[in-house]
């Protein structure tokens, strides 16, 4: 009967009330306790990966820094090898300018000493030229000695042309033939395909009479021998002192379609040695 009364009073009371047995807190408690303890798992889970990306973190700045301290020390090395580099050169650049202004000094010396020499030469055998036919011209005449030589090189008679082509422009420099005579003594060992001792003799060219109507001829020349070398680089080379000294000479469209071919040969080593 109390029982009774008891339940009778809790349903009278206002409001909504909610009650649990005994078993059903139990219930709620261990719940709640799993779930805490869930809870707790994923807190450490998440500890643990927060610790591991800052360990990462800190292991990624340490690898920065190191490779920026030795990228500063690679670029530090880098300048120096660059400034000893430098020096290097401008030593090398110096040595080079001085050699090649003893190798001017020695190279003139010789020039004038060749001169002489073939002066002296051309002054013991004014008297005598012995050209094949026995025909000998008389001492000191220009004249005679460039009939000689052309008839000599007509027949084809090298020797004799350059020797008497020699007499004339050294023993006569200063006659109107001269220079006409150095560049057919290149000739003369062009015909001979002595393509060096050529190159050599047309220098003497536009060194001896620059002004010769057969400077640009020469240079030309010049050209075609050493292509015939195969010295590309040289053979070019005399064609812009042809283009340079000579603007308007007639020779330099066929120049300039010479130029463009040893232009374009130039890495073909069956063409060009250099």
């Known amino acids: ?6 339940v009778v009073f809790v349903a009278a009371l206002p409001g909504c009330m909610f009650f649990t047995t005994k078993s059903e807190g139990k219930a709620l408690r261990k719940d709640v306790q799993a779930l805490d303890a869930r809870v707790a798992t994923k807190e450490d889970d998440l500890t643990g990966k927060v610790d591991e ?3 990462v973190l800190d292991e990624a700045t340490k690898i920065l820094k ?3 301290a030795d990228i500063g020390a690679d670029v530090e090395g880098l ?18 300018d001085e050699l090649k202004g003893e190798l001017d000094k020695y190279k003139a010396q010789n020039d004038e000493r060749l001169t002489a020499l073939e002066a002296r030469l051309s002054a013991v055998e004014a008297g005598r030229l012995g050209l094949g036919g026995g025909t000998t011209a008389p001492a000191g005449n220009p004249d005679e000695l460039w009939t000689q030589a052309t008839a000599a090189f007509g027949a084809k008679r090298w020797n004799d042309a350059r020797e008497a082509f020699k007499k004339l422009s050294i023993g006569f420099p200063t ?19 002595a393509w060096d001792p050529a190159i050599g003799e047309y220098q003497k060219v536009w060194e001896k009479f620059p002004d010769s109507a057969l400077a640009d001829d020469a240079l030309f020349r010049a050209a ?22 000579f603007p308007k000479s007639t020779l330099l469209k ?12 130039a890495k073909n080593k069956s063409k060009c040695t250099s």
């Open 254 to 265: 066929k120049a300039a379609t010479m130029d463009k071919d040893l232009k374009a040969a």
């Open 224 to 245: 075609e021998a050493a292509k015939s070398l195969k010295n590309c680089t040289e053979a070019r080379a005399y064609l812009t002192a042809l283009k340079q000294k």
């Open 175 to 193: 006659h109107d033939r001269a220079d006409d005579a150095q560049y057919f003594r290149g000739e003369t060992y062009f015909q001979e395909s």
């Open 66 to 68: 190191r490779n920026s």
């Open 79 to 96: 300048r120096n090898d660059i400034k000893v580099s430098a020096g290097l050169v401008s030593a090398a650049k110096n040595m080079l």
């Open 1 to 6: 009967m109390k029982k009774l009364v008891a």
């Open 53 to 55: 990306l800052k360990r």
